[in-house]
């Protein structure tokens, strides 16, 4: 079954290396994620809206090379409703495109998703692959310090959006899991690369009975493995986890259990050596709050519990 978006997008950010819409299926449904991009096809040459104007308010902050290049090619695993994902007519919808959008109208320029794994997604950036990264990637101080195998380099991070990670159940919770404590014992599934294996990791310290955790390299097959019976349980985003529990198979598949884990922002990842394009995002950033653009995308994809009211640079 096809996930449905939950209303239609006010606006489309541009396309890149597009997915098989078949990885959009509820049974195979989302997350972010070295260099899955290749196998994409195509990149589309524009919005259905391009924002692309020298005249925009603050279409001179950015650098040069991206004033004359009229886009920011966008880094994202486009697998993770609704963050970001294919929709029914194989556009890239969600959260994230619809900010970016928003940012593009006042820098005067077209934000290119690009699909690339999550754990590679860095990397790629400071490799020159992409401009920035928008992939609901929570902004920590390893990521900033490349402290990591997926973050080699490291980043800077305009930080958009707030969120922790969660526990969604198959409907009923028959395992009557209320929090990471319950886990040990069970099969539990998450993203490779993300935080949310470290919640399962975290977890296994405390264990008697060992947690058999499954770590996949798209969300979506966590969902598949919680939908097939061969997890227990799927450590995923919040506002990804809440999506689930109000969208699979009419809202009658799935739950969220417990409360929200270790709530951090979001950050739209910058190489270190372009602090001229960070302070773009930044200031565009806080135009789309102040104007009240922001909460309208929030309200539009019911995520307001994520929003914040200033934005930082590396607040993670």
């Known amino acids: 079954m096809t996930l449905p978006s939950p209303r239609s997008s006010r606006r489309r950010a541009a396309v890149g290396a597009l997915f098989a819409a078949g990885a959009l299926l509820l049974s195979a449904c989302g997350d972010q994620t070295d260099d899955a991009g290749d196998g994409g096809g195509d990149q589309a040459d524009g919005s259905s809206q391009s924002s692309q104007s020298s005249e925009a308010p603050l279409f001179d902050l950015l650098p040069e090379d991206i004033q004359q290049a009229g886009e920011i090619k966008v880094g994202s695993d486009i697998a993770y409703p609704p963050i970001e994902y294919l929709d029914e007519n194989d556009e890239v919808t969600g959260i994230d495109p619809d900010i970016a959008a928003a940012l593009g109208e006042v820098l005067g320029v077209d934000f290119t998703f690009e699909n690339g794994t999550f754990d590679g997604l860095v990397l790629g950036m400071n490799n020159g692959r992409h401009?920035?990264?928008?992939?609901?990637?929570?902004?920590?101080?390893?990521?900033?310090?490349?402290?990591?195998?997926?973050?080699?380099?490291?980043?800077?991070?305009?930080?958009?959006?707030?969120?922790?990670?969660?526990?969604?159940?198959?409907?009923?919770?028959?395992?009557?899991?209320?929090?990471?404590?319950?886990?040990?014992?069970?099969?539990?599934?998450?993203?490779?690369?993300?935080?949310?294996?470290?919640?399962?990791?975290?977890?296994?310290?405390?264990?008697?009975?060992?947690?058999?955790?499954?770590?996949?390299?798209?969300?979506?097959?966590?969902?598949?493995?919680?939908?097939?019976?061969?997890?227990?349980?799927?450590?995923?985003?919040?506002?990804?986890?809440?999506?689930?529990?109000?969208?699979?198979?009419?809202?009658?598949?799935?739950?969220?259990?417990?409360?929200?884990?270790?709530?951090?922002?979001?950050?739209?990842a910058v190489p270190k050596d372009n602090t001229q394009l960070r302070d773009a995002l930044q200031a565009a950033l806080q135009q789309i709050i102040d104007d009240g653009t922001y909460a309208e995308i929030l309200e539009q994809w019911d995520a307001q519990s994520g929003a914040i009211d200033e934005a930082t640079v590396n607040a993670g």
């Open 131 to 268: 401009d920035v990264i928008m992939s609901a990637m929570t902004d920590t101080q390893e990521r900033q310090e490349g402290a990591s195998d997926d973050a080699e380099g490291g980043a800077d991070f305009v930080d958009y959006f707030r969120a922790g990670s969660a526990i969604l159940v198959a409907a009923g919770n028959p395992e009557g899991i209320q929090g990471p404590a319950d886990l040990c014992g069970l099969t539990v599934a998450a993203q490779q690369g993300t935080a949310n294996e470290q919640v399962i990791e975290d977890a296994q310290a405390d264990c008697d009975e060992p947690i058999d955790a499954v770590i996949n390299e798209v969300d979506t097959d966590s969902i598949t493995a919680l939908q097939s019976g061969r997890a227990q349980a799927v450590i995923t985003d919040f506002p990804v986890a809440l999506y689930n529990q109000e969208t699979a198979g009419g809202g009658d598949l799935f739950e969220v259990v417990g409360d929200q884990i270790n709530a951090a922002p979001y950050g739209i």
